[in-house]
């Protein structure tokens, strides 16, 4: 239960966090260009909370439902406008202000996440270097050469400073044609490319679950099975293990990491093991039972007891990116482009079926990894919000009426024609608009509802 208050907390900031810097960005172009702010509103439904501006009227509104927000400007076609502000009206504007008006709210999202790319830049981020572990016999990544302890150092001439980085490298050029360049650095120190075939990396790209389609696992580091801490009345103990007992074997069966007494304990609810441990240099013959928790549908063992990791365990795993404020500028500036450019290439990868739809992320999908992002740490909220950010600032792009793209493309035909478009044509543009945008929801719900219910 409070894991799914934490979920939907970090949800409810996110989004407070994006849509306040999207409205705002509409509010603020709007203000400086002269047009009168009735009302800015975060949420929709019954307001909780209103405030006046003293200086400019407007009414702040923070409403009850968090999934969206709008700033609500005076307009001739929303009711009567007492003459004296005609000037301060958005239909009076030049289109040129109108414009800016508009594109100001996405252009908000991307300068967002370019100054969340900074923070994250300049504070220093720990990733996990591009170690190969286990090679999947047969497999894409087999046949192009990949070996255990392969260190991959760039793709298509791309640095690749950790798996984050190297992922989204191999994602982004699986959505071209050719041949993928992948330069590793061997266990003996020699440097290589290994060549992967773009198309047949992207027949497998479902939910982007690339290095198990290519066949590759990450090196990890092998942790001894020593008991860290203890959750108390839990089977570990109760049946009598300690902390710092190294354990040796399990029903006859030597132990040589923690993820294999893991994977044996997971496998047997309810069922008596016979364990040996090694306790301060005497060798103890105990009995355990781990208890039965319900998982994901499943029934799996349980005993209350974490791992106990040495220090600097991951010194020769981890690695560390930074840059100075300036070089973090254009870093920043980069990747949020970068990142943009592939949200445009997946949505139409998707719209002629090359890209499997079960890519897409919907509220619930959203809702999880601002969970699981900010019990990380925020750094990884931060990362969070800057791609939800972009993906908001494209999406709002797409040239579809009700968004800010629909109304950037009846401005374009406004400036074609040379005049006003026409009421009727602009509600049919909004009806089309509103189906397709309803559409576009149903599919990520139902993508979401399929990816909860496996």
Request: aromatic share 8%; glycine share 10%; no cysteine.
């Given at each position: 239960?409070d894991?799914?208050l934490?979920?939907?907390?970090?949800?409810?900031?996110?989004l407070?966090?994006?849509i306040?810097?999207?409205?705002?960005?509409?509010?603020?172009?709007a203000?400086?260009?002269?047009v009168?702010?009735?009302?800015?509103?975060?949420?929709?439904g019954?307001p909780?909370?209103?405030?006046?501006?003293?200086n400019?009227g407007?009414e702040?509104?923070?409403a009850?439902?968090p999934?969206?927000?709008?700033v609500?400007?005076l307009?001739?076609?929303?009711?009567?406008?007492d003459?004296?502000?005609?000037?301060?009206?958005?239909?009076?504007?030049?289109?040129a202000?109108?414009t800016?008006?508009?594109?100001?709210?996405p252009?908000?999202?991307?300068l967002f996440a370019?100054f969340?790319f900074w923070?994250?830049?300049?504070?220093?981020?720990?990733?996990?270097k591009?170690?190969?572990?286990?090679?999947?016999?047969?497999?894409i990544?087999?046949?192009?050469?990949?070996?255990?302890?392969?260190?991959?150092?760039?793709v298509?001439?791309e640095?690749?400073?950790?798996?984050?980085t190297?992922?989204y490298?191999?994602l982004?050029?699986?959505?071209n044609?050719?041949q993928?360049a992948?330069?590793?650095e061997?266990?003996s120190?020699?440097e290589?490319?290994?060549?992967?075939?773009?198309?047949?990396?992207?027949?497998?790209?479902?939910?982007a679950?690339?290095?198990?389609?290519?066949g590759?696992?990450p090196?990890?580091p092998?942790v001894?099975?020593?008991?860290?801490?203890?959750?108390?009345?839990?089977?570990?103990d109760r049946?009598?293990?300690?902390?710092?007992?190294?354990?040796?074997?399990?029903?006859?069966?030597s132990?040589?990491?923690?993820?294999?007494?893991?994977?044996?304990?997971?496998a047997?609810p309810?069922?008596?093991?016979?364990?040996?441990?090694?306790?301060a240099g005497?060798?103890?013959?105990?009995?355990?039972t781990?208890?039965?928790?319900e998982?994901?549908?499943?029934?799996?063992?349980?005993?209350?007891?974490?791992?106990?990791?040495?220090?600097?365990l991951?010194d020769?795993?981890?690695?560390?990116?930074?840059?100075?404020p300036?070089?973090?500028v254009?870093?920043?500036?980069y990747?949020t482009?970068d990142?943009?450019?592939?949200?445009?290439?997946?949505?139409?990868?998707?719209?002629?079926?090359e890209?499997s739809?079960?890519?897409?992320?919907?509220?619930?999908?959203i809702?999880e990894?601002?969970?699981?992002?900010?019990?990380?740490?925020?750094?990884?909220f931060l990362?969070?919000l800057?791609?939800?950010?972009i993906?908001?600032?494209?999406?709002?792009?797409?040239?579809?009426?009700?968004?800010?793209?629909?109304?950037?493309l009846?401005?374009?035909?406004?400036?074609?024609?040379?005049?006003?478009?026409?009421?009727?044509f602009?509600?049919h543009?909004?009806?089309?608009?509103?189906i397709?945008?309803?559409?576009?929801?149903?599919?990520?719900?139902y993508?979401?509802?399929?990816?909860?219910l496996g």
């Amino acid at each position: 239960m409070d894991s799914l208050l934490f979920t939907i907390a970090a949800f409810v900031v996110a989004l407070g966090i994006l849509i306040t810097v999207h409205e705002f960005g509409h509010f603020w172009v709007a203000r400086r260009v002269g047009v009168k702010v009735l009302r800015f509103s975060i949420g929709f439904g019954k307001p909780l909370w209103t405030r006046v501006g003293k200086n400019d009227g407007t009414e702040y509104v923070l409403a009850a439902i968090p999934l969206g927000g709008y700033v609500k400007m005076l307009d001739e076609r929303e009711g009567p406008v007492d003459p004296g502000e005609l000037d301060r009206a958005f239909n009076r504007q030049t289109l040129a202000s109108r414009t800016a008006i508009v594109l100001a709210g996405p252009l908000f999202n991307l300068l967002f996440a370019v100054f969340a790319f900074w923070l994250i830049f300049v504070t220093g981020d720990t990733g996990i270097k591009p170690l190969v572990g286990e090679v999947k016999a047969e497999s894409i990544a087999e046949q192009a050469g990949f070996q255990t302890g392969d260190r991959i150092l760039s793709v298509n001439q791309e640095s690749t400073p950790t798996w984050e980085t190297a992922v989204y490298m191999l994602l982004a050029e699986s959505l071209n044609v050719g041949q993928i360049a992948v330069r590793v650095e061997d266990e003996s120190g020699r440097e290589a490319v290994r060549w992967l075939d773009a198309g047949r990396l992207q027949e497998m790209s479902e939910e982007a679950q690339i290095l198990q389609n290519l066949g590759i696992t990450p090196k990890r580091p092998v942790v001894a099975p020593v008991i860290g801490t203890l959750l108390p009345g839990e089977a570990a103990d109760r049946d009598g293990l300690k902390t710092g007992d190294l354990l040796l074997s399990v029903d006859g069966q030597s132990l040589e990491s923690w993820v294999e007494w893991v994977k044996y304990v997971r496998a047997r609810p309810e069922q008596r093991m016979a364990l040996e441990v090694e306790r301060a240099g005497s060798l103890i013959r105990l009995e355990l039972t781990p208890a039965a928790i319900e998982s994901e549908g499943d029934s799996i063992g349980r005993i209350g007891a974490s791992v106990h990791v040495p220090p600097h365990l991951m010194d020769d795993y981890q690695t560390e990116i930074r840059y100075g404020p300036l070089e973090a500028v254009g870093k920043s500036l980069y990747k949020t482009w970068d990142l943009s450019l592939l949200m445009l290439k997946m949505l139409g990868k998707m719209v002629i079926g090359e890209v499997s739809v079960k890519n897409l992320s919907g509220p619930i999908s959203i809702a999880e990894y601002a969970g699981k992002t900010a019990s990380y740490g925020l750094i990884d909220f931060l990362k969070f919000l800057a791609v939800v950010s972009i993906s908001l600032g494209v999406l709002n792009l797409l040239p579809i009426p009700v968004l800010d793209g629909g109304h950037l493309l009846f401005f374009l035909l406004e400036a074609i024609k040379g005049g006003p478009l026409s009421e009727t044509f602009m509600e049919h543009g909004q009806k089309i608009g509103m189906i397709l945008l309803l559409a576009m929801m149903s599919l990520a719900f139902y993508v979401d509802l399929s990816r909860l219910l496996g």
